[in-house]
């Protein structure tokens, strides 16, 4: 069972590292790692992370001519917090939001403060799509199925004859 969780979470740190070019959207790649992390992963503790978005009045300044700005707080235009749920599979950890608060901050033993987004570094697109295509035939194979029709979309005849007509047309008017 440690080799499959270790295979596990290795192919999973693929996707995990760039979820903006993945083939499939991010939420429909969030809710089968949330499937994975729930079944094979080992619940560690809770991070707290603190996402802020800057007022774009007054550029996170605060104050616009002088006053203060009427639409944010001291430059914070909203402050949100996520408890994160830490999770270990194989030799990684990841992440996974539990619960969302907007109003106030919340208390609970936490960890480590991730200030902003969590950063991680990319992996070639090849290795990404490789390890996807992998977790989605266990996983969801209707997912898998989409993310197919997805990829073939680009490659039809049509698609061919259409990328091939302005150099036909630039030939076709060198020979006149």
Same mark, same amino acid.
């Not at 991070?47 to 914070?76: A, S």
């Not at 235009?77 to 996520?82: D, Y």
């Given at each position: 069972?440690?080799?499959?969780?270790?295979?596990?979470?290795?192919?999973?740190?693929?996707?995990?590292? $760039?979820?903006?070019?993945?083939?499939?959207?991010?939420?429909?790649?969030?809710?089968?790692?949330?499937?994975?992390?729930?079944?094979?992963?080992?619940?560690?503790?809770? $991070?707290?992370?603190?996402?802020?978005?800057?007022?774009?009045?007054?550029?996170?300044?605060?104050?616009?001519?002088?006053?203060?700005?009427?639409?944010? $707080?001291?430059?914070?235009?909203?402050?949100?917090?996520?408890?994160?749920?830490?999770?270990?599979?194989?030799?990684?950890?990841?992440?996974?939001?539990?619960?969302?608060?907007?109003?106030?901050?919340?208390?609970?033993?936490?960890?480590?403060?991730?200030?902003?987004?969590?950063?991680?570094?990319?992996?070639?697109?090849?290795?990404?799509?490789?390890?996807?295509?992998?977790?989605?035939?266990?996983?969801?194979?209707?997912?898998?199925?989409?993310?197919?029709?997805?990829?073939?979309?680009?490659?039809?005849?049509?698609?061919?004859?259409?990328?091939?007509?302005?150099?036909?047309?630039?030939?076709?008017?060198?020979?006149?």
């Amino acid at each position: 069972m440690k080799l499959i969780k270790f295979i596990i979470g290795f192919l999973l740190k693929f996707p995990n590292s $760039d979820t903006d070019h993945l083939p499939i959207s991010q939420g429909e790649f969030y809710f089968v790692k949330q499937k994975i992390l729930k079944k094979y992963g080992k619940k560690i503790c809770y $991070d707290k992370q603190i996402i802020e978005k800057i007022c774009e009045t007054c550029n996170g300044l605060g104050e616009v001519r002088y006053k203060p700005c009427p639409n944010c $707080d001291n430059g914070i235009w909203r402050r949100t917090w996520v408890k994160l749920v830490v999770v270990k599979l194989g030799n990684n950890e990841f992440h996974y939001p539990k619960n969302k608060f907007s109003k106030y901050e919340p208390e609970f033993r936490y960890r480590e403060l991730i200030k902003g987004h969590i950063i991680h570094v990319k992996s070639k697109n090849w290795h990404i799509n490789l390890s996807l295509y992998v977790l989605l035939i266990f996983f969801n194979w209707k997912l898998l199925r989409k993310m197919i029709s997805f990829q073939l979309r680009g490659f039809t005849f049509y698609n061919r004859l259409s990328s091939l007509y302005p150099i036909l047309r630039r030939e076709g008017e060198r020979r006149k």
